[in-house]
């Protein structure tokens, strides 16, 4: 069940080298898979009148080439699989011609909104939709949390970096490892494998930290981030890979 629609990218989804920034991208995702299933029942609407929402819980990002200002792309998304807690969909971001510009694996689960926990899949909605069972799932890099890093800063959870689950939407995070690099080094430097692990919900004026060590790996650079609270509970670990423009 693979949907596809073209985008335009705006001026606004860039950054100062006329590449996508790496929020906007994940609000591209976001709203494609939201297009795919928003007459169903399987949408955030009809979700929320449940009181579920779907939380994504790791990425896995290849990025080839970043989107330009004005160019219009093909997004693809397609679900391609559950078991009794995770449900896995697929991304891709292609130009006029079909070649990929960046592949995208997520794992997701059905997450209570009350009690801020998450259920079991609902067998009968997957099947609605047509989305199989997997008696052998997806492999995600396993990510660690570091035994130190090499800068901390602190930020606020904000309304506006809220989403409709209520906690701060998974985008936003990705705000605060950017701003955890000099100037300098993102002008002459582009992610080209991201992976990312969301541990636990960051909410409403919740004052976590953003932390960073990055080193050199194999002719590359490597970061290593995390979001932690104030009693250094890891909210979110993730790890990219850059490549010198």
């Not at 990425?59 to 004005?70: A, D, G, M, Q, T």
């Not at 901390?152 to 990705?174: A, I, P, S």
């Not at 490892?177 to 002459?188: A, G, N, P, T």
């Not at 981030?225 to 993730?238: E, L, T």
């Amino acid at each position: 069940m693979k949907y596809s629609e073209k985008h335009q990218v705006e001026f606004y989804e860039c950054d100062e080298n006329e590449n996508l920034k790496l929020p906007a991208m994940i609000d591209l995702m976001m709203s494609v898979s939201e297009h795919q299933l928003s007459s169903g029942i399987a949408s955030t609407n009809a979700l929320a009148k449940k009181g579920l929402g779907w939380v994504v819980t790791q990425y896995h990002i290849e990025i080839n080439r970043l989107p330009k200002p004005n160019e219009e792309i093909i997004l693809s998304t397609e679900p391609v699989g559950y078991n009794r807690f995770l449900e896995y969909r697929n991304y891709l971001f292609s130009d006029q011609k079909g070649n990929e510009l960046i592949n995208v694996e997520s794992e997701w689960v059905l997450f209570d909104l009350k009690k801020r926990k998450l259920v079991s899949t609902d067998q009968e909605m997957m099947a609605e939709i047509g989305i199989p069972f997997l008696k052998k799932l997806p492999r995600f890099p396993r990510l660690r949390v570091q035994a130190k890093y090499d800068k901390k800063r602190q930020y606020r959870v904000c309304y506006d970096d809220l989403d409709t689950n209520h906690h701060m939407t998974n985008g936003h995070y990705f705000n605060w490892f950017i701003d955890m690099f000099d100037r300098e080094f993102l002008k002459q430097h582009v992610a080209k494998v991201i992976d990312i692990k969301f541990n636990l919900e960051v909410r409403y004026g919740d004052l976590p930290y953003s932390c960073i060590t990055t080193v050199d790996h194999e002719a590359e650079i490597k970061s290593y981030h995390a979001i932690s609270d104030q009693d250094r509970n890891d909210k979110s670990v993730c790890e990219i890979f850059w490549r010198k423009l």
